[in-house]
């Protein structure tokens, strides 16, 4: 296998259109998007049945074995003037404009002041996962990530090393099979994002930096084995590997910390480390993953396990992480998994206390942010409130009992939220799943004993169903919507829909990214930086420099360590 050393383009592979003078999508070249309601009911049902999908037929759609007729190139980026190297992490970024642009803005600024000291902007830019969300298209691609890194950096600077990006599928990316990825990362040998180049052939790759420092980058989607290209394409990479090199691994998922949960979760990428990097006694020193839309460090004897998916998507809480993580876990059934090793708990954001802060929000954001799954729950209110009234007024207590609508409606009830919290086995997500649905039930039962004081629901035909629908609907709306609130609050605390606590909050704030710096010693210092609050006001800047972002904010945008840099050797 060849190593490719990096070549500079040509200037005119990046032209771009003229600087644009509003926020118009017609001058900016692509349609800025709000951010998504996770809540929203045909979002939950097009992600559920392409899940579903996925489940079924995912190895039909599986595209890595494919790839093999691609070129498997290994990328030289260890040359350079200094003998040292920037480069970038950032994750979990397609979602929102604000958010996503507030990041790609302090990403393509050519330095970064943090405390007194300039961090100068990555020759590489990696991308570990969901770059655009909730599902993978062409268009997604193109409003939620192209466009607003496009207008972060239109071109490199005349005379300056070009920076080059690299991406990692995550789950979202991986919904169409990586059709769309694959056309916007690795299609042609003239790629660009604005003034980043893309030189990726696969969904995965290796990259050779300075000073024995590797990074090798491995898709592992939905739990999926490795496939044998794959491997093959790592194994001829490895040969380049020995005693005095050190590895950053990029995974899709920070499974160090989901094998809590499920033990199977680690064990792809302890096969890949046994199997492919251990033979050549080089050292994997930094895992690095996004996924959870936080920042977490866990740190060991031999490694730092490094989660970073604060890109744009909303900001997941941290207070439910251990304190220490095993791993890979002893309950692994993995016939020959490594030794388990202990790492502890170094730094998170946000912090646990702020998360928990966040998580009381949930009883004004959901309503706000996902107005039509509050609609959703009124609907299926009203129409219980309906059943029940029906039932009540018909005689005997069997066919009361026994009332076909209401039966339904209770079933429904009752298997919705047993669903949404997600059974897998363990009963605290049974317990609380049915205790939410007995809840709900009970609101339904009060709703039904005050619809039944009030005179209009013996008006004549069609007056008590427009009264349901125009005055209980609403109401019963808002109250249940609380209820489900309480509900996520309290879940949580047993770490049971703790994404969906957040998720249906969508905090745009609390953003963090990676700046790491490969030092001619042969010192990786890792910088965790954090952003407290995206901006959510742009000016044009129509007679910027061409490589100058398109859009700078209102108010600066403040971004600050979220722990001492770390440094590996």
């Known amino acids: 296998m060849a190593i490719v050393p990096r070549q500079r383009p040509a200037e005119s592979e990046t032209s771009v259109p003229n600087r644009p003078r509003s926020l118009d999508p017609q001058e900016l070249g692509f349609t800025p998007q709000g951010q998504i309601g996770w809540l929203a009911p045909l979002l939950l049902l097009s992600t559920g049945l392409r899940t579903l999908l996925h489940v079924l037929f995912g190895a039909y759609l599986d595209k890595r074995e494919l790839q093999n007729s691609l070129d498997g190139d290994v990328f030289d980026h260890s040359a350079t003037a200094t003998g040292d190297l920037w480069l970038d992490y950032v994750a979990d970024l397609g979602d929102g404009f604000d958010a996503t642009y507030s990041v790609a803005y302090l990403l393509a600024r050519e330095e970064l002041e943090v405390d007194g000291e300039r961090l100068p902007r990555g020759r590489l830019l990696l991308m570990g996962g969901d770059q655009v969300y909730p599902l993978a298209s062409g268009d997604g691609y193109e409003n939620r990530l192209k466009g607003p890194f496009r207008a972060a950096l239109p071109e490199a600077p005349a005379g300056a090393p070009r920076p080059t990006l690299f991406a990692l599928p995550g789950n979202h990316d991986w919904y169409d099979g990586l059709t769309a990825f694959l056309r916007l990362f690795a299609r042609r040998k003239d790629g660009h994002i604005g003034g980043w180049r893309t030189e990726q052939r696969r969904s995965y790759f290796a990259v050779k930096l300075p000073a024995n420092w590797w990074l090798f980058a491995v898709d592992e989607q939905f739990g999926a084995y490795i496939d044998d290209p794959q491997l093959l394409y790592f194994e001829r990479a490895a040969e380049h590997l020995g005693p005095d090199d050190r590895i950053i691994l990029m995974t899709p998922s920070p499974t160090w910390v989901k094998a809590r949960q499920n033990p199977d979760a680690y064990d792809a990428i302890d096969y890949f480390i046994r199997t492919i990097l251990a033979p050549t006694q080089a050292h994997v020193r930094v895992l690095v993953s996004g996924d959870l839309h936080h920042y977490a460090r866990y740190s060991g004897a031999d490694r730092e396990l490094i989660t970073c998916g604060g890109g744009g998507a909303y900001t997941l809480g941290t207070q439910n992480l251990p ?31 702020r998360s928990w802060r966040m998580g009381w929000g949930v009883f004004y954001r959901v309503p706000r942010r996902n107005p039509g799954f509050a609609t959703m729950l009124g609907i299926i209110q009203t129409l219980t409130m309906l059943a029940m009234a029906g039932a009540a007024s018909q005689g005997g207590n069997i066919q009361r009992l026994f009332s076909i609508p209401l039966v339904l409606m209770l079933v429904l009830i009752m298997l919705g939220t047993v669903l949404f919290a997600k059974p897998d086995g363990k009963a605290r997500h049974w317990i609380l799943g049915a205790a939410h649905g007995l809840a709900q039930i009970g609101l339904a039962v009060g709703g039904t004993w005050l619809w039944m004081q009030f005179p209009f629901r013996d008006w004549p035909w069609p007056g008590p169903l427009a009264v349901a629908a125009f005055a209980y609907g609403p109401l019963v709306a808002l109250v249940s919507t609380q209820l489900l609130a309480l509900y996520l609050l309290i879940a949580a605390r047993f770490d049971v829909n703790l994404n969906e606590l957040y998720a249906g909050q969508g905090v745009e704030h609390a953003k963090s990214f990676l700046r790491m710096h490969v030092r001619a010693d042969g010192t990786l ?28 904010p209102r108010t600066p945008l403040n971004v600050h360590r979220i722990e001492p840099p770390v440094d590996v050797v």
Do not use: N, Q
Request: charged fraction near 30%; charge should be positive.
């Open 323 to 353: 304190d220490h993580l095993m791993v890979p876990p002893k309950e692994s059934l993995a016939r020959s998994s490594s030794r388990s090793r202990r790492y502890e708990r170094e730094a998170t954001f946000p912090d646990p206390k």
């Open 525 to 552: 210092t890792i910088h965790a930086l954090g952003i407290d609050r995206i901006c959510k006001s742009w000016v044009p800047d129509p007679d910027g420099d061409p490589h100058m972002s398109w859009l700078r």
